[in-house]
């Protein structure tokens, strides 16, 4: 019961970071928007990793996370690993590509990949300055695996989403992302949850900043 109710609070958080980003980019305007070569690239990434596996039986003991394994590496090659099973591999796969597309098609490649190597970097960085696990322990990963990455990325659709809207309602979805986040973390230690928190701070920062660099370019015209 515990592992089911982990994997549907863990697609719920999903599903509000999708709508998110929809309701952030335009429901209407996805046929007209260019092709996002960034998510293309990443899920490309991801896509060859899951092959790379089928035909080399070695690829996760070369490539994972595993910090009593050395090599720079790994931090980021792990990221292109699955070890979900199938389900879990599928639903990585499709939520990468569906994330990193709205991602880019609202903050810009450059920052999309910014947002997704952050989602790499930070959340194992974070945790152990907090005091919250040492190293990986807390990533979602668990030493593989492209969620957390994606999760942290997709937490920057809510910020974007809560950014445009003044609904009460759109403004509860999107605030509800951390909120969820926050929740399963504390309730499961679910770290879908703590790094989607981590991706939505930042995302609020990069906002931040990016509107004081643009209001005076708007004064000036």
Same mark, same amino acid.
């Given at each position: 019961m515990g592992a089911i109710l982990f994997n549907v609070t863990t697609a719920a &958080?999903? %599903?509000?970071?999708?709508?998110? @980003?929809? @309701?952030? %980019?335009? !429901?209407?305007? &996805? !046929? @007209? !928007?260019?092709?996002?070569w960034v998510a293309v690239a990443l899920t490309a990434l991801a896509v060859g990793g899951v092959l790379l596996q089928l $035909? +080399?039986?070695?690829?996760?003991?070369a490539l994972d996370a595993d910090p009593a394994k050395s090599? +720079? +590496? !790994?931090?980021?090659?792990? $990221? =292109?690993?699955?070890?979900?099973?199938? =389900?879990?591999?599928l639903w990585n796969l499709v939520t990468l590509a569906a994330v990193a597309a709205l991602a880019q098609w609202y903050w810009g490649g450059p920052l999309t990949l910014g947002f997704f190597l952050a989602g790499i970097l930070l959340p194992g960085r974070i945790d152990t300055l907090l005091g919250f696990g040492d190293g990986p322990s807390t990533d979602p990963r668990? =030493? *593989?695996?492209?969620?957390? *990455?994606?999760? =942290?990325? @997709?937490?920057?659709? *809510?910020?974007?989403f809560l950014s445009r809207t003044r609904l009460p309602k759109e403004i509860a979805l999107a605030a509800g992302v951390?909120? &969820?986040g926050l929740a399963v973390w504390l309730a499961q230690e679910n770290g879908h949850g703590l790094v989607s928190v981590y991706g939505f701070a930042l995302a609020a920062v990069a906002w931040a900043v990016r509107r004081r660099l643009v209001r005076p370019a708007g004064r000036a015209a």
């Open positions: &958080l999903m %599903v509000m970071m999708l709508n998110c @980003g929809l @309701g952030a %980019v335009g !429901r209407d305007t &996805l !046929r @007209g !928007r260019p092709v996002p $035909v +080399w039986s070695g690829a996760m003991d090599g +720079w +590496w !790994r931090e980021f090659t792990s $990221v =292109f690993m699955q070890n979900g099973g199938l =389900f879990g591999g668990n =030493f *593989a695996g492209s969620s957390g *990455a994606t999760y =942290f990325l @997709g937490a920057t659709l *809510a910020l974007a951390p909120a &969820l």
